[in-house]
């Protein structure tokens, strides 16, 4: 999948608002376990919001950035304060339809 385009990561950042964390990286920063959970996770759903602690060692940013980059076809949607949101379309049944 290619880059998501701007009308596509606004829509899932309108999607992702009102969505609470569901992970949450602490002092070790992103370890197998961390990908892992992030991986489980998009088992069951396409859009998530990932917390990075203050304890974590790097900035919010490389945090998602690092995740996106060591999972296929994840893309990191957007990063505020020391919240991450990642999007993955289910490859069978995917839920959410991206604008064109």
Do not use: N, W
């Amino acid at each position: 999948m290619a880059d998501l385009k701007p009308r596509q990561r606004a829509y899932l950042k309108s999607l992702a608002h009102p969505l609470k964390p569901i992970l949450q990286i602490g002092k070790d920063g992103v370890t197998h376990a961390v990908l892992q959970s992030v991986v489980d996770a998009f088992h069951k759903r396409e859009l998530l919001k990932v917390k990075a602690l203050e304890s974590c060692p790097e900035p919010a940013a490389q945090v998602g950035d690092t995740i996106a980059a060591q999972l296929p076809d994840v893309h990191l949607v957007q990063v505020i304060g020391r919240t991450i949101v990642l999007y993955r379309r289910h490859p069978e049944q995917p839920e959410l339809q991206l604008p064109a």
